[in-house]
């Protein structure tokens, strides 16, 4: 017999004497294991839980049920996506179910797994050569897997002969690699990535077990992709995860697939620390749910670091991080839980079609205190005015493709940090977005926006201010209209903005409609609408939006805020001195020019 693409060796000899012990997430393995359903409603067709049941008690007429319905599934998956979903349930399957099968069940297995790996070859509609898409990796990395699984093995027609087809799906399995930054980022946001790396991340592991191939080696990059998407994650009052979002996707943290392979291939020095904010998020300490998604639970009851003792994300994981590739990046300012500040913006630095996109580049998050703040618009919500940026009031003076941003500085520390945006190719004008926040200042956190336009058409077209904030927040505008409150009900903390320079002449909250999206197999999920805050700005030449904003917790009023060139000011008693270090030239008296009319500064 081959060795496990997955299992260690005397792996369930070393997890029953874990659960003697009373190691808790063995025993939450096993407790899951025994209660979990056999139909998932996130995974097409069966599931390899009942295979993993089988497999620890060596039950081997659970394990021929199970192997029965797994091929009754895979007959007609429905679509290249369900093949390739196939393909990774394949894998497990054998790894779980090949000691325990009869001969012919072991057969017909390899056969299907075959079968499968053939078909996946074939170019169509749902399976493009399109190296840039998820999908691409669902059906090319789920090749390799089942590859790497079944070549060499018997099946009743003989020894399987995969080579030709095992090299190919290597190959563009490569191809794909490359499309990643130096944090072990993607282009089609914080949500895709997470489908993505649920087939690159246990293909990574098969090939270094099977094969002795390490493609970390050519791609050093990709060990920090768990990293880095636990950076933008934490957790919610309610308890949840919450993860900051761009892109076409939710604000839901990833799960038990790809975060466990993802670590199982993360440097050895940082495993510790990944495996403790595991545990605090979605294992034993946090979330505690063992999903059978993306074969979530299979992998994890194969992979979980129980050999590592944990460690402190505090001392050893980074707080702030930019990948360069994509022009994202995150800061928080500790690894603590559900108290953390999370601050995040994306230049939009890559555009890669096709794929799921939004028109954000520019966009700004904020999660203070387990409560998300400023966010995207959400699944299926792609237009601008939904995504926290400022952009053209009128779609017909948008760019005709989706516009980029470049960083052209920034730094962050302990405390905060700062970033300037190039908005130039986004707003069709000279402009530049910049972005400074701090957390030693007295509020949670204070955060300032600043975006400076030079626009030199006639008429110059109308823009919009936007802030994208969740819909259980209930949201107020000042009674001046230079301003606005957003409260969080359940935990009274509130968040107040105030614009410093230029006034919108409209600042309103509106809904962003209900979108929905139909999933293979004809899943159709409806998500609910967000609120934003819209300020309209009509034609000027020349705009300096300054937006100032504080968090505070309930009880703790908040401090006013006024612009004292060239600083904030908060309260009577605390300046933020030089926020965007003279991206506002001096000289700006508000008290003898009113903003909205000024055109050169003095």
């Known amino acids: 017999m081959k060795s496990s693409l997955f299992l260690p060796p005397h792996h369930r000899d070393e997890l029953k004497r874990l659960i003697a012990a009373r190691e808790p997430t063995a025993e939450a393995l096993a407790e899951a294991l025994n209660t979990a359903s056999p139909e998932c409603p996130d995974a097409q067709g069966a599931t390899v839980t009942g295979l993993c049941r089988a497999w620890m008690n060596e039950d081997r007429t659970l394990a021929e049920a199970e192997g029965e319905r797994l091929l009754e599934a895979a007959k007609n998956p429905s679509s290249d996506l369900g093949k390739g979903a196939f393909c990774l349930k394949f894998a497990l399957a054998l790894d779980y179910g090949r000691d325990l099968w009869s001969d012919g069940l072991r057969f017909r297995m390899i056969d299907g797994a075959e079968e499968l790996a053939r078909s996946v070859t074939l170019v169509g509609k749902g399976n493009p050569h399109i190296v840039t898409n998820n999908w691409y990796m669902i059906t090319h990395g789920g090749c390799l897997l089942t590859c790497l699984a079944v070549h060499g093995e018997r099946g009743s027609q003989g020894i399987v002969d995969l080579a030709d087809i095992e090299q190919w799906a290597l190959g563009r399995f490569r191809a794909f690699l490359g499309h990643f930054g130096n944090a072990g980022l993607y282009h089609e946001g914080t949500g895709y990535i997470s489908y993505t790396l649920s087939i690159l991340m246990p293909a990574l592991v098969a090939l270094r077990n099977r094969r002795g191939l390490d493609l970390t080696e050519d791609f050093p990059n990709l060990r920090l992709s768990i990293r880095s998407l636990l950076t933008a994650t934490t957790r919610a009052t309610d308890g949840a995860t919450v993860m900051m979002d761009w892109n076409d996707t939710g604000r839901g943290a990833p799960g038990l697939n790809p975060v466990v392979p993802g670590m199982a291939v993360a440097p050895p020095e940082d495993l510790p620390a990944l495996r403790s904010w595991f545990d605090h998020l979605l294992g034993v300490k ?22 590592t003792p944990p460690g402190d994300p505090q001392a050893s994981l980074p707080r702030h991080l930019v990948d360069t590739r994509q022009g994202l990046a995150f800061w928080r300012n500790q690894w603590s839980g559900g108290m953390d500040t999370l601050v995040g913006w994306y230049a939009r630095t890559t555009y890669a079609s096709p794929g799921h996109k939004h028109d954000d580049a520019g966009s700004i998050r904020m999660i203070c205190k387990g409560t998300p703040w400023i966010c995207g618009a959400g699944q299926a919500r792609p237009d601008t005015r939904w995504q926290s940026v400022l952009t053209h009031a009128r779609r017909e003076d948008r760019p005709s493709q989706y516009p980029l941003a470049y960083p052209f500085t920034y730094r962050m520390g302990e405390k905060g940090g700062m970033a300037g945006l190039d908005m130039r ?8 977005r910049y972005l400074s926040w701090r957390t030693d200042l007295g509020p949670a956190i204070c955060m300032a ?26 949201g107020t505008i000042d009674s001046d209209g230079r301003g606005f409150r957003l409260t969080a009900p359940n935990h009274g903390g509130a968040l107040q903005a105030r614009f410093l320079l230029d006034a919108p002449d409209d600042l309103s909250i509106q809904d962003i409609p209900f979108s929905t999206r139909t999933f293979v197999g004809d899943r159709t999920v409806e998500y609910p609408g967000d609120r934003h805050i819209a300020g309209r700005f009509e034609h000027r030449a020349q705009m300096r939006i300054l937006v100032a904003l504080t968090v505070v917790d309930a009880g703790t009023p908040a401090p006013t805020l006024e612009w004292q060139d060239p600083d904030i000011r908060l309260g009577d008693d605390r300046v933020w001195r030089f926020p965007f270090e003279g991206a506002i030239l001096k000289g700006v008296r508000l008290g003898t020019h009113v903003p909205n009319l000024q055109r050169v500064p003095t």
């Open 286 to 307: 946090g979330r505690n749910t063992w999903t059978c998604a993306y074969e979530g639970l299979p992998l994890t009851l194969a992979l979980y670091p129980f050999a």
């Open 425 to 432: 190719q986004a707003i069709n004008a000279y402009a530049e």
């Open 449 to 474: 926006i600043l975006d400076l336009v030079e626009e030199h058409r006639q008429p110059s077209p109308p823009l919009t201010w936007n802030l994208t904030f969740p819909r259980e927040l209930e």
